[in-house]
């Protein structure tokens, strides 16, 4: 595999590259639903609701980490995640930022 040269953007560009990669995956979108929807902490239930097996999950879960969109914190053997909100805030406003640009040109191919 090549050299992904993510150097040669603006780190606006790899920012939002890389939440299109984060939300790229169904699971992953249902679980940030998931957590919006019980505005709380959510300890061990993300299982019960969402058709997947706990790595499968887990694995989710580390990628919407990974990028800041959640938190999570240890309590005994559960970990509780629930949405960054300041993270979100941020991205909700590159995004939407980015989705409201306007085409310069009226005329196209």
Same mark, same amino acid.
């Given at each position: 595999?090549?050299?992904? /040269? *993510?150097?040669?953007?603006?780190k606006?560009?790899?920012?939002?590259? =890389?939440?299109?990669?984060?939300?790229?995956?169904?699971?992953?979108?249902?679980?940030?639903?998931?957590?919006?929807?019980?505005?709380?902490?959510?300890?061990? !239930?993300? *299982?019960?609701?969402?058709?997947?097996?706990?790595? %499968?999950?887990?694995?989710?879960?580390? =990628?919407? /980490?990974?990028?800041?969109? @959640?938190?999570?914190? *240890? !309590?005994?053997?559960k *970990? #509780?995640?629930?949405? !960054?909100?300041? @993270?979100?805030?941020?991205?909700?406003?590159?995004? =939407? %930022?980015? @989705?409201?640009?306007?085409? %310069?040109?009226?005329t #196209?191919?």
């Amino acid at each position: 595999m090549g050299i992904s /040269k *993510v150097e040669m953007f603006s780190k606006r560009e790899v920012e939002l590259a =890389e939440l299109a990669k984060a939300l790229a995956h169904p699971a992953r979108i249902a679980i940030l639903q998931l957590l919006l929807k019980k505005q709380s902490c959510i300890c061990g !239930d993300i *299982v019960g609701e969402i058709p997947l097996s706990q790595s %499968t999950i887990s694995q989710h879960l580390k =990628e919407l /980490k990974k990028i800041g969109l @959640i938190k999570g914190e *240890v !309590d005994g053997a559960k *970990v #509780c995640y629930c949405i !960054d909100e300041k @993270i979100w805030k941020r991205f909700a406003l590159k995004f =939407e %930022t980015f @989705i409201h640009q306007q085409p %310069t040109s009226k005329t #196209c191919c």
